[in-house]
């Protein structure tokens, strides 16, 4: 059974910074991109940013680029999201995720959830 875990969220001023890890499990881990999303209460769920398998891709949206990276350690079966000059927009429930196949920046293309993490930026 496929398990991911979200940690790392709290309560941050903004220009502050946060690193979410997402741990996985019962899964062949090291072979799938990892997505990165998140949600605003009262708005949809929003694409953040994905990692290829061996992790020498990454691609984050527009509105974190320059502040969010991503990378991940296969052997741990970990992968990481790091949040840098973080903004009050920023605050969010963030997830990740397991893609069906390619990954994609749209939700429905994701199988495997976590439970998310809240990032709380206070400004």
């Known amino acids: 059974q496929v398990q991911l875990v979200e940690s790392g969220g709290g309560l941050v001023q903004a220009g502050g910074s946060l690193r979410l890890s997402c741990a996985a499990s019962g899964h062949t881990f090291s072979t799938y991109s990892m997505g990165w999303f998140r949600q605003a209460p009262g708005k949809e769920r929003e694409f953040v940013g994905v990692?290829?398998?061996?992790?020498?891709?990454?691609y984050v949206s527009d509105s974190v680029k320059g502040r969010f990276t991503i990378s991940r350690d296969n052997a741990k079966n970990t992968v990481y999201l790091q949040m840098n000059s973080l903004k009050p927009e920023d605050t969010a429930v963030y997830y990740c995720?397991?893609?069906?196949?390619?990954?994609?920046?749209?939700?429905?293309?994701?199988?495997?959830w976590g439970q998310g993490t809240q990032v709380t930026v206070s400004s």
């Open positions: 990692i290829n398998w061996r992790g020498g891709y990454t």
């Open positions: 995720a397991l893609p069906r196949g390619a990954w994609t920046t749209s939700p429905s293309g994701y199988e495997y």
